[in-house]
């Protein structure tokens, strides 16, 4: 029984792991559900049943492999929630979750997972990100504006904290706005409540506008912008788990909880890095105890989700707005510089993202998907012309 005793940092790392993956993104599911047309009542519901989703696939994968396998929602696909089910219903969301769940779980099951993600260059994948993720950092800032000394406290906590110790900064900032938001009288009391809030099931309604033009781009976003660097990460960190039963268990699962709110389950990347370093535990077999203990964090907080929903509605908005700014800034610049790196596809990749980040709507389909589409488009042609001309050349000479 020894391989089940948590010594003390093991069982830290999983509580850290959980703590940052929330205090970097709960705000943003928020705002997703809250786009949707969500009540608080049903929002809390989300978070219970997406902590339960999380607590029993990390702990069953974990002890399953006896590995540190941890889960997560995908939080690129959240901030593409929050900006495009904007005018949609919570059953066409539910629509919009099933779909990409479904397509998910035949990924895994096909094997196709590896192949895909080769047909879509990945610096318009990760331009596409970069354009839904605008909006999340243009909307820290412009807080600042109204409510300087909350989101400019927020601001200052979080640089300090980058550059002393980077691991923790959003955790550091989450807590500033906190006590910033406190002081200052900004909190609403009587919104705050410890409650138990069992998941509410919704029906799914599927509109083919909705499937395109929110469906296909979330699944991609998910798939290559969490379940992709997930998988990098488990495998740098020396765990070479199979992919395809992984992809199918939790999108699987996702898909069963859908109705409820659970938009994804995916591998978890920077997250999961926290559970398989040394710090975890100086055995590399014995680290997925860290991650079942993050299981059981994650049960914990899908048993208070009404709780850490009455928190953030009792919270001003500027704090869950510069929060989740700050909490993707990260992303943001990785996926720039990734989607600008190459210079051969450099100009298809800003097509990409200005169309994605500008909002639009055509014939019903959000701009996500007609950034990709475009920018695919464009990137065909470049392509084209660059191998046509070195024949025109020899042609003429």
């Not at 993956?21 to 009540?39: C, K, L, T, V």
């Amino acid at each position: 029984m020894r391989q089940f005793s948590f010594p003390l940092p093991t069982a830290l790392a999983g509580f850290v792991a959980v703590l940052v993956g929330y205090a970097s993104s709960a705000a943003i599911i928020w705002q997703a559900a809250a786009a949707a047309g969500a009540s608080v009542g049903q929002i809390a519901g989300w978070m219970t049943a997406l902590g339960i989703g999380m607590g029993v696939s990390t702990l069953a994968l974990s002890f399953w492999y006896r590995a540190p396998v941890l889960t997560a929602w995908s939080t690129p696909g959240a901030a593409l929630l929050a900006t495009s089910l904007q005018g949609s219903t919570l059953n066409e969301a539910v629509g919009v979750f099933i779909f990409a769940n479904v397509l998910i779980v035949l990924c895994g099951i096909t094997g196709l997972f590896a192949r895909l993600m080769k047909i879509i260059p990945p610096s318009l994948a990760a331009a596409m990100l970069a354009g839904i993720l605008l909006r999340f950092g243009l909307q820290a800032f412009s807080a600042l504006e109204g409510h300087f000394w909350l989101c400019g406290g927020m601001l200052a906590a979080w640089v300090v904290a980058k550059a002393r110790m980077p691991r923790y900064a959003i955790v550091v900032t989450l807590i500033t706005g906190l006590a910033i938001s406190w002081l200052g009288g900004q909190i609403q009391s009587a919104a705050l409540r410890f409650e138990v809030v069992a998941p509410a099931f919704v029906a799914p309604h599927f509109t083919l506008a909705s499937l395109t033009g929110i469906g296909l781009p979330f699944f991609l976003v998910t798939m290559a912008s969490q379940n992709a660097p997930g998988l990098a990460t488990m495998q740098a960190a020396g765990y070479r788990l199979p992919v395809s039963p992984l992809i199918v268990a939790t999108g699987a699962l996702a898909l069963l909880l859908s109705p409820f709110g659970v938009f994804s389950i995916c591998i978890a990347a920077i997250t999961a890095a926290i559970c398989q370093s040394p710090d975890a535990h100086p055995d590399a077999s014995k680290r997925w105890l860290a991650a079942a203990a993050a299981g059981g964090f994650y049960l914990l907080a899908g048993l208070f989700g009404g709780s850490i929903t009455s928190l953030l509605a009792a919270l001003p908005l500027p704090w869950i707005q510069m929060l989740a700014g700050l909490a993707l800034l990260g992303t943001i610049s990785a996926s720039l510089h990734q989607a600008l790196v190459k210079e051969n596809e450099r100009d298809a990749a800003v097509v990409t993202f200005l169309v994605t980040a500008s909002g639009m709507t055509l014939l019903g389909v959000g701009s996500a998907f007609w950034g990709l589409a475009v920018g695919g488009i464009s990137y065909a042609i470049f392509s084209l012309a660059r191998r046509e001309a070195p024949l025109s050349k020899e042609k003429k000479a």
